[in-house]
């Protein structure tokens, strides 16, 4: 099978709030996994439409047949690297924040080939 795959690594994003994005689009057709993140109205959605358009462009460089029938096979969101910086709070206490990046995977593949 032809798979075609994309990555962001680094997004500067939490994984929590791009995964319910990715379970949604996983399975389906390409062209309506764009579509329907296209009308979803949240930040999470805009980095995983960007990675889910880089692997479609990534098969219609690399082949050249079977673009309308690219499924959706692989949609994954892993846990990236942590800023962590300190918050002084009161009583002379202090807060850990944690600034959460992630990876964000996409794979592509024509059925059947």
Not at 32 to 46: D, W
Request: overall charge positive; charged content about 25%; some cysteine.
């Amino acid at each position: 099978m032809a798979e075609f795959r994309a990555t962001h690594r680094h997004a500067r994003i939490s994984a929590t709030k791009v995964r319910p994005f990715a379970d949604m689009i996983r399975g389906k057709s390409a062209e309506e996994a764009i579509n329907v993140l296209h009308y979803i109205p949240n930040r999470g959605a805009r980095f995983l439409e960007k990675v889910l358009k880089s692997a479609v462009a990534n098969a219609e460089q690399k082949s050249t047949r079977g673009f309308s029938s690219l499924v959706v096979s692989e949609c994954r969101v892993d846990g990236g690297p942590m800023y962590k910086r300190i918050r002084p709070r009161a009583r002379g206490m202090a807060y850990l924040e944690r600034h959460r990046f992630s990876h964000i995977h996409v794979t592509v593949e024509v059925p059947g080939s």
